[in-house]
């Protein structure tokens, strides 16, 4: 796609691949609406999201959301008269969107930018790639593309650097991450790692020491206060999204769910019983 006159691209900016989409989307002139969720952003919380839409682009035909699912917004959408786009690579409840490529990779491909094009807009094409490739399939996923291990150091270390960008807070939640990771059990070979600071999102720095501390990849269990688990590198995915619902990634070789009041976390004992 070389022509954006009719475009609105809708993605948040709660993660490192999300902030990268939105870098190299300003950057070539891709109309475009921020939205200020957090994770686990669904589309029927964009208030007025049709007329923030005409604001952005008064002629747009063609709205293409990153990861902010909601069909029955997308259907209102549509009956509004654009022509909705999906660009995801998750599985929530009932709701099917895993894709091969990550989300960044797909928006490239999509808009047509390839690694020339990058290069005119400022970008490093291997760093970008590479954000891709830790999204898709996280530092293991790198190291397995990306042979030479000084690039791997470059891409990361620049991954660092959008993970920085996120907030205010990200000092204190590398902290909290370290005392936790500080404070891990083991399970039956099966890493658990609970945040020691209530409702901090922990589970991406978590990651990030598994691969400082581990040759290959970990089964990892991350409970963060009372509103996430997650279970990373796991044969028991599947089994896990069937029992309790939530969202799966990582090419479903990860698991994720957010509590809500009416159906708490699960209890790590059942989590553990079907996945050792």
């Known amino acids: 796609m070389k022509n954006f006159v009719h475009v609105v691209l809708l993605t948040p900016k709660n993660d490192e691949e999300s902030l990268m989409i939105g870098k ?3 950057a070539a002139g891709v ?3 921020i939205s200020e969720q957090p994770h686990g952003a669904r589309l029927e919380k964009e208030k007025n999201l049709i007329e923030r839409i005409r604001e952005v682009n008064s002629v747009a035909r063609d709205v293409y959301i990153v990861e ?5 917004t997308e259907t209102t959408l549509r009956t509004a008269g654009f022509d909705v786009h999906v660009i995801d690579h998750h599985r929530y409840d009932a709701l099917d969107r895993m894709q091969d490529e990550s989300s960044l990779e797909q928006f490239l491909n999509i808009f047509a930018i390839d690694d020339a094009r990058l290069v005119e807009l400022g970008f490093d094409p291997k760093i970008v790639r590479g954000v891709g490739m830790i999204d898709r399939g996280f530092l293991w996923a790198l190291r397995t593309e990306v042979p030479d291990k000084d690039e791997q150091k470059h891409i990361r270390d620049y991954y660092r650097t959008l993970t920085m960008e996120l ?3 990200r000092v ?4 909290a991450a370290k005392a936790a990771w500080d ?11 609970r945040s020691t600071t209530k409702d901090i999102g922990i589970r991406d ?13 970990q089964q990892v269990i991350v409970i963060e206060g009372e509103r996430r688990m997650f279970v990373q590198e796991s044969d028991a995915v599947a089994r896990l999204f069937a029992e309790y619902g939530g969202f799966t990634f990582g090419r479903d070789r ?3 769910i957010q509590a809500t009041p009416e159906k708490p976390l699960p209890m790590l004992d059942d989590v553990l019983a079907a996945i050792l």
Do not use: Q, Y
Request: charged residues 20%.
């Open 167 to 169: 907030g205010k807070d």
């Open 172 to 175: 204190a939640i590398e902290n």
């Open 254 to 256: 990860c698991w994720g």
């Open 205 to 217: 720095t978590i990651s990030f020491l598994v691969a400082d501390n581990f040759d290959t990849p």
């Open 68 to 72: 902010i699912p909601g069909v029955e």
């Open 31 to 33: 109309p475009m609406l």
């Open 24 to 26: 190299i989307a300003r």
């Open 183 to 193: 404070a891990r059990e083991m399970h039956g070979g099966t890493i658990v790692v």
